[in-house]
C-alpha cells in the first residue's frame, strides 16, 4: 500500500481528490492537510510514500512546502496538483515532477496515477535525481500569482537608492512608519509591513512578529524566551528581534528547531 498524504486548502477539492483516490486499490489515505504548515508536520509525523500538493496556497503554497521537505529528513514522492497549466507545462519541459492538473477528473487522474504509482515502485535513480533538483523549479516557477519585488527605490540625500530585497535584514513599525534596516541604512518605505510582507520571498522572510519582518539569512543566533517565545540576534545589528508566541510553532518549523 503506498501511504498518501493530500494537501489543498480548499475543502472540497482536497475530499473530490480523496474521494477519487480511493477507488485505487494500492493508495491508503493517511492524512489530509488545509495548508503548508499542517503538510509538514504531517509529512514528519505520518512518513508517507506520496503526497499531492496543491500548488496555490495563502501563507506557504505547495513550491515552498516542497522546498522544505526536500531540505527535511523524510523526502516522500511529491506530485503537485495545480490549475494552472504554466506550471505544470514547465514542469513537464524540465521533468523535475509529476502533476495532475485541475479540475481533476476521474479519467485524468487514472492516467496520471498509473505512471506515478510505477514510478513510485521503481524508486529510480532518474526520478530521485529530478526530485533533488526541485530547486531549480522552485526558481523558474516562483509563485505567479504574487508580485515578487526584485528591488526597493528609498530616498536618500534627495535622491533615489534602489534597494536589492536580499540587503534587507529586517522591517519594523516606527511612528506609524515601515522602517527597513538593511545593508546600506535605514530606510523609510511607503509600504505597510503586511503590503511588504506580501511582496517578498516567503522562503527567506518571515513574519516573527506583528511588528517585525526578519530576513532569515541573516539570523546568527536563536535565544529561547519565556512562553515559547524566542529572540533573534541578526548579522550586522545590535538589536533582538522577537518571535512572539503565535508566530513561534511555524519559525521552529522553518529553522528546524526541535
Not at 506550471?87 to 523535475?96: G, I, S
Not at 533533488?132 to 527605490?153: P, S
Request: hydrophobic share 40%.
Amino acid at each position: 500500500m503506498i501511504k498518501t498524504i493530500v494537501v489543498d486548502d480548499e475543502i472540497p477539492a482536497r475530499k473530490e481528490l480523496v474521494y477519487i483516490l480511493e477507488e485505487f486499490e494500492y493508495i491508503n489515505i493517511i492524512g489530509e492537510a488545509s495548508h503548508g504548515m499542517e503538510a509538514l508536520e504531517l509529512n514528519n509525523k505520518l512518513k508517507p510514500d506520496l503526497i499531492l500538493l496543491d500548488i496555490k496556497m495563502p501563507k506557504l503554497n505547495g513550491i515552498d512546502v516542497a522546498k522544505k521537505i526536500l531540505n527535511g529528513h523524510h523526502k516522500p514522492y511529491i506530485v503537485f496538483v495545480t490549475a494552472y497549466e504554466e506550471y505544470a507545462l514547465k514542469a513537464f519541459e524540465v521533468n523535475a515532477i509529476d502533476y495532475i492538473l485541475k479540475p481533476i477528473s476521474e479519467e485524468r487522474l487514472k492516467k496520471g496515477m498509473e505512471k506515478i504509482i510505477d514510478n513510485i515502485s521503481r524508486q529510480n535513480k532518474a526520478y530521485m535525481n529530478n526530485l533533488n533538483n526541485l530547486n531549480n523549479l522552485i526558481h523558474n516557477l516562483g509563485d505567479k500569482d504574487k508580485e515578487t519585488i526584485t528591488r526597493i527605490c528609498v530616498y536618500h540625500m534627495g535622491k533615489l537608492m534602489p534597494i536589492d530585497p536580499r540587503e534587507i535584514i529586517y522591517a519594523t513599525i516606527e511612528d506609524r512608519h515601515t522602517v527597513i534596516i538593511t545593508t546600506k541604512g535605514k530606510f523609510e518605505i511607503n509600504y505597510t509591513l503586511s503590503e511588504l510582507y506580501d511582496k517578498l520571498d516567503k522562503s527567506t522572510f518571515f513574519r516573527s512578529h506583528k511588528s517585525f519582518l526578519v530576513n532569515l539569512d541573516f539570523i546568527e543566533l536563536i535565544e529561547p524566551w519565556f512562553n515559547s517565545t524566542f529572540n533573534i540576534a541578526l548579522k550586522n545589528v545590535n538589536m533582538k528581534i522577537p518571535v512572539s508566541r503565535g508566530q513561534s510553532k511555524e519559525f521552529k518549523e522553518l529553522m528546524n528547531i526541535d
